[in-house]
């Protein structure tokens, strides 16, 4: 029989865990769960027997990859899929996937919530500002900075985007001006709202050029990843700018030395972009249907790797 597991340290809620369940064996599959492990030795027995994994945010190594000699399909419930070994699965022949769009609409809300949080100075009793009027840069207009962009909109910014990918008609269609390129953005930007992934060209690419024309009092507001950040050069240029703000959904690897600017630097203690019951059990039964659709009618359309 096709055995499915589940490996999450950090578990779906039991209403996606059920929903997923009921998936899974109504397509006549066997479910199996492995949540909060300690040890990733137990994360390495639990995968080798199975057909099919799902996970989160939990790292599937080559050392996984290794351990799965059955394995056929993982998926990501998620958008960012930095946390897959492609390479491995590749080689093993494996299909990745991720599920986009079913967390979009809640780290749209957290980067939203993240802006007006920073422009009430983090309710300290510090008089704030407001959104209305104000510049909102997007970098990289996917499922996220599309819905960040029409939320923005109603509490009445002022929206530039850059993404080299999307075509500028299907940006300026949502009533978004296209930036030239990132100096442009950077520079137009009282908020600018990440929405890259984490990738070999993007990695630590957020730097002290970008972030030095940035305006006067601008913030960043992170809901990306944190290896996007050169982390040395956002230390350097927050202790230069006592003018400039980061606000940024998991911490910091120089978090110690950046609380230092607090209340003008602020990190969620764990990742919270994703973390709402609806995207939980969105992103769960996304890649339960996904990994169903694979295993009867070899439906790859959210494949990642090659
Ligand atoms: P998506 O795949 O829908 O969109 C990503 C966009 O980035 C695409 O439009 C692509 O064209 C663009 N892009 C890729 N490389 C680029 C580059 N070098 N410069 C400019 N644009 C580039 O993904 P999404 O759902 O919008 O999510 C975006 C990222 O947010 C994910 O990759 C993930 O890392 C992160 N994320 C975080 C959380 C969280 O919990 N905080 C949850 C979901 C996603």
Do not use: W
Not at 77 to 100: E, S
Not at 209 to 233: H, W, Y
């Amino acid at each position: 029989m096709t055995k499915v597991l589940i490996a999450t340290d950090k578990p779906f809620s039991p209403v996606a865990v059920n929903g997923i369940r009921n998936i899974i064996e109504g397509a006549g599959f066997e479910l199996a769960l492995l949540e909060k492990y300690t040890d990733v030795k137990d994360f390495y027995a639990a995968v080798t027997d199975v057909d099919a994994l799902i996970v989160r945010s939990d790292k599937v190594t080559k050392e996984v990859i290794d351990a799965a000699s059955k394995l056929k399909i993982v998926v990501r419930a998620g958008a960012g899929y930095d946390n897959l070994d492609l390479d491995a699965c590749t080689a093993k022949r494996i299909v990745a996937m991720n599920t986009p769009g079913q967390n979009s609409n809640a780290v749209a809300e957290l980067a939203l919530g993240f802006m007006i949080y920073m422009a009430r100075t983090c309710f300290t009793p510090a008089t704030g500002s407001e959104l209305s009027g104000k510049r909102l840069g997007i970098h990289a207009y996917g499922n996220v900075g599309r819905l960040v962009a029409q939320k923005a909109k109603a509490l009445g910014m002022d929206i530039i985007a850059f993404d080299p990918f999307i075509p500028a008609e299907a940006i300026t269609k949502d009533g978004v001006k296209v930036a030239k390129n990132l100096e442009e953005l950077y520079s137009n930007s009282d908020y600018l709202s990440l929405h890259i992934p984490a990738t070999a060209e993007t990695k630590e690419s957020i730097n002290y050029n970008f972030l030095s024309l940035m305006p006067k009092g601008a913030c960043l507001v992170n809901t990306a990843r944190k290896e996007v950040i050169n982390e040395a050069d956002m230390e350097k240029i927050l202790a230069e700018r006592t003018d400039l703000k980061y606000i940024t959904d998991i911490a910091a690897g120089n978090n110690d030395a950046l609380m230092a600017f607090a209340p003008r630097y602020f990190a969620t203690p764990k990742k919270m972009g994703a973390q709402t019951s609806e995207a939980n059990v969105n992103a769960g039964l996304a890649a339960a249907n996904q990994i169903v659709d694979f295993i009867k009618n070899g439906v790859t359309k959210f494949k990642v790797n090659k």
